[in-house]
């Protein structure tokens, strides 16, 4: 019991650190990167989106070195990225995670802002340590509770398959941020998309976003939480998101 509530203290400071660390860019800077990033997004979105459904999701983060989202520039910044400039390649997968996120809940929708908008609007309100920390997640439910979508956040995962097996049938996408390698902090974060999709047999299955293992799906949402990077990563937190209200909240019953 004690080595359970220890590992999920860590879990929680590490959600209050990147909280703390949350701020904004200057207003030229962002201005600056938003035009940068439409010109990136439209070479991005040629080369490595292609046409059908599968092709509004970012999955290739690896690619995204012409994006840029904050800055590096000073001596914490040189030490941490070893005197490279830091790039959409290194800081930006908590939107895209929302971006892929909502691509599926939206698909392909007008009022879903596109990955530059997003990149903007974080700047302004979310971004961690003017990007060297990525994005704050909880900036990402504020976000998504703003346009109006149902947002549930479930800490420790990996601590509570239950729970797990609640969101899946409730929610229709899931956000998830995890350690890399176990629960070590200085593994750093990744947070990624997960879609709920029809399997054979009238299963569903869960495809993991932006994950660096060619998408990997899994058979329940506990399974792909604790299965990123072959297992041995550690999940931090889940949003569970949906569109809309169940009946049950509707009617009150």
């Given amino acids: 019991m004690k080595k359970r509530l220890g590992s999920r203290l860590v ?16 207003k030229g800077l962002i201005e600056e990167q938003y035009r940068i990033n439409k010109k990136a997004w439209k070479d ?7 046409d059908g459904a599968d092709g509004i999701y970012i999955e290739k983060q690896s690619e995204m070195k012409a994006f840029r989202y ?7 910044g040189r030490k941490l990225f070893n005197g490279k400039e830091m790039t959409g390649a290194d800081n ?18 007008d009022s879903v ?3 530059p908008e997003l990149l903007r609007h974080f700047s302004k309100k979310g971004i961690a340590f003017r990007g060297m920390f990525g994005t704050n997640p909880g900036a990402m439910k504020r976000f ?6 149902t947002v549930e956040k479930l800490s420790s995962p990996g601590k509570n398959s239950e729970k797990c097996d609640e969101l899946e049938k409730d929610y229709d996408a899931f956000i998830l941020t995890t350690f890399n390698e176990g629960q070590n902090p200085f593994s750093m974060v990744h947070t ?22 060619g998408s990997r799906s899994y058979d329940s949402l506990y399974k792909a939480a604790v299965g990123y990077n072959d297992g041995k990563g550690h999940p931090i937190v889940i949003y569970a998101v949906r569109t809309g209200q169940r009946q049950d909240e509707k009617t009150g019953v």
């Fill in 11 to 26: 879990d929680r400071i590490s959600l209050f650190v990147l909280s703390v660390f949350q701020g904004h860019l200057k």
């Fill in 44 to 50: 991005y979105s040629d080369k490595f989106l292609g």
């Fill in 70 to 76: 904050g800055t590096n520039k000073g001596r914490v």
């Fill in 92 to 109: 930006t997968c908590e939107v895209i995670a929302v971006h892929n996120l909502m691509r599926s809940l939206g698909r392909g929708s």
């Fill in 144 to 149: 998504l509770t703003g346009m109006g979508y």
């Fill in 192 to 213: 990624m998309c997960i879609t709920k999709e029809e399997g054979e047999n009238e299963r569903k299955i869960f495809r993991i976003h932006n994950d660096y293992e």
């Fill in 113 to 115: 802002p596109d990955f």
